[in-house]
């Protein structure tokens, strides 16, 4: 972190505190759906979890749909919250499955299960969400199956795809491999994955391979074999890493970032024809971009950092923070009474929703008026 002046080392080290795009507050909200499914003739729990900013905006999200909810939720729900606050993500709605019996749904029956998500829960969380077009699937080790079977039946349910612990009989080899020179694919993307501490890897090394050598030009795709972790560990590593994956060009270039407003739009069209979906960065990725401009020292960026945030304080009206991301840009660059300004706000805000980093924005706003008393 740069001195806001060169005293303020203090000044800096708490701004350090609340001026990243990960210091932020969670806004949880869980919601417990049972569904009656006529397709696999059982009720259906469904857990769904909304992203920070979903009670405040009227926008649509991403769906984020995992098998496994009882192992693995908790931990996917927390991830995509910590990575859309880095801005590294989209928010998303996550959305959990609870097994009931999980080797027949997952495995064995596969095709109904299947069913049921394209014709009873996806409709059920457009009716009750506002659900973009963008879907992202997880599955981990048996719960692969469903991955790649829409994967390479080229299914329009979801785009993106996360497979952990993922294995393949030899016959499971041979089927793959000629799906993937008969069917035509899509754009879609996918983070396949497992241990390299089992035999599941033999024939994940081979499929790899055989990507690596008909390489088509429809599926974007990364494979990585842990060789150091056991199945369960891949559970959660691999989430982490494919969502990491899919979403790696979300973050707006530093090229594109020093344009501004004019870059912010170029990157968000690009990623739209990517995503086949409307996009629309969040104010933490704008925030991110204008702090690695801001964190060059070239005062040429000024504008573009200044109009970065002023875009995402456009975009995130109800947060304390966003105003503060604002105060210390302005205050960086030596225009001291309008970072005050905007510093206030921020301590306005904080104090209306009872924000628990009101404290530091009033120490900062304290030490700004020492250093410049008005």
Known sequence: MQRILSTGASIALAFAVFCSPAALLADESTDVLLLESRLLGEQRTVRVSLPDSYRHSKRTYPVFVTTDAELVHEFAYGTSLVLARQGTVPEMIVVGIVNSDREKHLYYEVDNFIAFLGEELLPALDDRYRTSKLRILYGFSSGTVPVDTLLF????????????????????YER??????????????VYLSTEGTTRRRKNVVRFLSHLDDQHPDELQWKGHIYEDLDHGDVMTRGLFDGLDFLFEDWAIPSELASQGLDGLAEHEAKLGQVLSDDVALQSEALAGAAFELLHTGER????????????????????????????????Q???????????????????RDSDPRLPE???????WDEVLPE
């Open 153 to 172: 039946s080229n299914s329009p349910l979801f785009s993106l795809y996360i497979s952990a612990g993922w294995g393949l009989s030899d016959a499971g």
């Open 176 to 189: 793959l491999a000629a799906l993937l020179e008969t069917t035509p694919l899509s754009g879609q993307r």
């Open 300 to 331: 040429e960026h000024a504008g573009a950092v200044l109009s970065l945030f002023d875009e995402a304080v456009r975009r995130k009206p109800w947060g304390a923070e966003m105003l503060a991301y604002r105060a210390y840009a302005l205050w």
């Open 333 to 351: 660059y030596d225009q001291k009474d309008r970072a005050r300004i905007a510093l206030r706000k921020a301590i306005d805000t904080a104090t």
């Open 361 to 367: 924005y009033e120490n900062v706003l304290s030490q």
